[in-house]
């Protein structure tokens, strides 16, 4: 399947293994969806614009331009010849792009094919449908079945916006449809808002179709055997509040339809540069697009190359520039159908290299805001408010820490230590200290034990009961909190700190010992009541392995490793808890369960194993974790093989419908980086700006391979195997 306007650009053969990608290098597999299939309709953005294409093969759903929402609404589902397209029971088959959606179905003597796009800086989606007729000359009907729920939800008629987004769904209103020339307007009763669609045709012979419904519009299409005509459809929502109080929100839907209608040839090309724009600026230093730059990677490991390019990918797709955020630009945790406004900070945590080198000034202003909030009490913030969103998440301080470390180490900008920043009580003081409290909270939750009390199922996994209290993994986190927190210390010339730190970080690294289960390669979890239970999660894996793996008993090392292995690596992912574990019957939510795992767990799990010693495991893993990447970005969850059927060998993104509720994309895909730049290359940075690399792994994986451009406090330095080296 491809664009008509598009072409692949393929590099040349002698130029070597590619370095800079392309839309054309994230084409997904071509996805096979019957009618209620195990599938997740992929996503589109322009980074303003968000919306998901439907198991229709015309439909979309969850058009939102914050604080323009028309919810989860779908609309634009085909009737062919008056029946609904979907009734002929055939398949839709459905490729993603960065850049577009481009669908096929042959059903009912015809071909019809869509290319569904965001145009750059519009509130809206653009859809181009061409029918083929295959039954000798005929009339063809075609129509759409519109649908509308917009409603500007902000609170209040005029700016600042007043009501945060807090719920998973984004909000909805019932509308009222009326029409104006080729245009159904869609309102609330409130007036808050409009939305417009259309569409039309230049098609010979075509002639519009008398609609039995006002939510029905369509043509008779004239068509000899093997003759195609072309159809636009179109869909843009605008506000009619503004800083003035009022705006003419239908002008403004009607400006969009002018302008896109005008070349929407030419909007589907600008959606292809803009986004091959924006992939090469973020590989390019010095670049107009991002406050930062990643590094090239040279390899002829294509997996590896894919799974950097996939990580990095799926960081810039919830970039969101919305002139109504508070905070500026911003990069949402969840998309197209969840959560959109929200960042959460443990998610944003797991990419927390990929934003240090790629947009730092974006992560300092974050980091500043987050200091203020109650991080004892929230999960995150949204951006239409910069409130604080949901109920506490035991990960804050340990997410908080790694994003202030990796900050400092690769911006240099250590004055930011020395910064005054109030938290939420109004306690005034430096970025140092507020540091220093995050390192020593886990005391405020200390039991007999010695090891702190992490709450419940909600401020852990959520879908794992006995994951709850005592967790290994973040005492774990706690001890690598110390030891940054003493490297701090030592910049500052606080030698007798930083030796209290140190010795802190060793008594709780011996208490973080006694929890583990030796010979079986997993660690237990305390009570309340005192006493403790085995529990088999590759969050301890892959937490513990990356945070003190030199700490360990002797031995421990190769059989958390074997227990990886064994019990949670498949192929072309992991299952996050064991199928062994009696916590596998409580739910099939495949974030945290048996049944699939979150998208940052291979990635850790596999920075986890060659920390622990044990490269071998990941290098014979990634081909299959590469077959993965061939459907968008990393899903919130993908199933485990034995769960669903594969997806061109690769493990499935999960489903969003009950009882799975699992969104397309999550930007936590940045950990897929940091396995190759830290876990691969074995990039480590000092707080004074020195490069090392003595850890790496690269003879498992690329004998050859090397990084250049890694931008580290305003140097560029190339990193391969025989070490690291300033340019």
């Known amino acids: 399947m491809s664009s008509t306007d598009t072409a692949p650009v393929a590099a040349s053969e002698s130029a070597g293994p590619p370095t800079l990608p392309t839309v054309d290098d994230f084409a997904s597999a071509v996805i096979v969806d019957h009618y209620d299939d195990m599938i997740n309709p992929p996503g589109l953005t322009n980074h303003l614009a968000v919306v998901q294409v439907d198991h229709d093969i015309t439909a979309v759903r969850s058009l939102n331009v914050p604080p323009v929402s028309t919810g989860d609404t779908i609309t634009g589902q085909l009737y062919l010849d008056g029946r609904l397209a979907r009734s002929y029971g055939e398949p839709v088959r459905c490729q993603w792009r960065p850049d577009r959606v481009l669908r096929e179905l042959s059903a009912g003597g015809c071909t019809v094919q869509t290319d569904t796009f965001c145009p750059p800086s519009e509130a809206a989606v653009l859809q181009r449908i061409r029918v083929t007729n ?87 299409l004239q068509l000899e055997q093997g003759e195609t005509a072309e159809l636009w459809y179109g869909y843009a929502i605008a506000t009619n509040r503004d800083s003035a109080g009022q705006s003419d929100g239908k002008a403004l839907v009607r400006a969009t339809f002018e302008r896109l209608m005008t070349d929407p040839a030419g909007a589907s090309r600008a959606s292809t540069d803009t986004w091959n724009r924006e992939l090469a600026a973020m590989f390019t230093p010095d670049n107009d697009e991002f406050s930062g730059s990643l590094p090239v990677l040279h390899t002829t490991n294509a997996a590896l190359r894919t799974l950097y390019w996939w990580g990095a990918m799926g960081v810039l797709w919830f970039r969101r520039d919305n002139p109504a955020s508070v905070l500026g630009r911003s990069y949402d945790t969840l998309m197209p159908r969840h959560w959109q406004t929200t960042t959460f900070i443990w998610d944003y945590s797991l990419s927390s290299q990929v934003h240090a080198l790629l947009d730092p000034a974006v992560m300092r202003r974050h980091l500043e805001h987050w ?97 709850v209290h005592e967790v290994a993994s973040l005492q774990g986190a706690n001890v690598w909190c110390l030891r940054r927190d003493a490297d701090v210390a030592e910049y500052q010339a606080r030698p007798a700190d930083a030796a209290r730190l140190r010795a802190e970080a060793d008594a709780l690294a011996a208490l973080v010992r006694g929890r583990y289960v030796a010979g079986e390669g997993i660690f237990t979890v305390g009570r309340p009541d005192g006493t403790v239970r085995p529990v088999r999660h590759c969050y301890d894996f892959a937490t513990i392995g990356t945070t003190m793996p030199e700490d360990l008993p002797t031995g421990a090392a190769a059989e958390m490793v074997g227990f990886f292995v064994r019990e949670l690596r498949t192929p072309s992912w992991m299952r996050a808890l064991s199928p062994r574990d009696p916590d596998a019957a409580y739910s099939v939510r495949a974030d945290h369960q048996w049944n699939g795992a979150y998208p940052a767990w291979p990635a850790d799990s596999a920075r986890a194993a060659i920390a622990l010693g044990h490269p071998e495991t990941v290098a014979e893993w990634i081909d299959g974790l590469a077959r993965t990447t061939r459907q968008g970005p990393p899903g919130q969850a993908h199933f485990v093989e034995e769960a669903a059927p594969t997806v061109s060998g690769g493990a499935r993104k999960t489903p969003p419908q009950p009882p799975y509720l699992i969104d397309w994309a999550c930007s936590s895909a940045g950990a897929w980086c940091e396995l190759v730049l830290t876990g691969v290359f074995g990039i480590e940075v000092d707080l004074d700006g020195t490069v090392g690399n003595s850890k790496n792994v690269l003879a498992a994986f690329d004998p050859g391979a090397k990084v250049e451009n890694l931008v580290v406090q305003g140097k560029t330095w190339t990193v391969d195997a025989t070490g690291a080296r300033r340019n």
């Open 134 to 220: 295959h039954q000798g000359r005929r009339d063809v009907e075609v129509a759409l079945s519109l649908d509308s729920a917009v409603v500007h939800a902000g609170g209040g008629w005029t700016e600042p916006i007043t009501k945060a987004w807090s719920s998973p769904l984004a909000p909805s209103a019932g509308n009222i449809l009326t029409r104006d020339g080729v245009l159904l307007l869609g309102t609330p009763a409130d007036g808050s808002a409009v939305s417009a669609q259309w569409l039309v045709t230049d098609a010979a012979g075509a002639s519009p179709l008398t609609a039995e419904v006002p939510s029905m519009t369509g043509y008779r």
């Open 371 to 467: 200091v203020g909030l109650d991080i004892n009490k929230h999960f995150g913030t949204e951006w239409l408010t910069g409130g604080p969103v949901g109920y506490w998440y035991s990960v804050n301080h340990y997410a908080m820490t790694r994003l202030v470390n990796d900050y400092l180490r690769y911006t240099g900008d250590l004055g930011f230590l020395d910064a005054e920043l109030a938290a939420a009580d109004g306690d005034r003081k430096a970025l140092a200290a507020h540091l220093d409290d995050w390192a020593h909270a886990w005391q405020q939750r200390r039991g007999p034990s010695g090891l702190a009390d992490y709450g419940g199922i909600d401020n852990l996994l959520e879908c794992v009961p006995s994951y």
